[in-house]
């Protein structure tokens, strides 16, 4: 199982649990994952989200996320 990094900032942290709002916290997954499937099943919806960075590059939504 493969693991990334993540973290929401503003209001987005009204779509995750309180122990995962305002903090960066691990998410584990299998396979190959694109960043808007990854959020998705969060329970974060893509079109709420303006811009993301992965390693200090801005990224769209067809991102891979690599670990």
Do not use: C, Q, Y
């Amino acid at each position: 199982m493969k693991t990334a990094a993540l973290r929401f900032h503003g209001d987005l942290n009204f779509f995750l649990p309180r122990r995962r709002k305002h903090i960066s916290f691990e998410h584990s997954f299998d396979g190959r994952v694109s960043i808007k499937d990854m959020v998705e099943s969060l329970g974060v919806p893509h079109t709420e989200i303006e811009w993301m960075t992965a390693n200090g590059l801005r990224i769209d939504f067809s991102h891979i996320v690599e670990t």
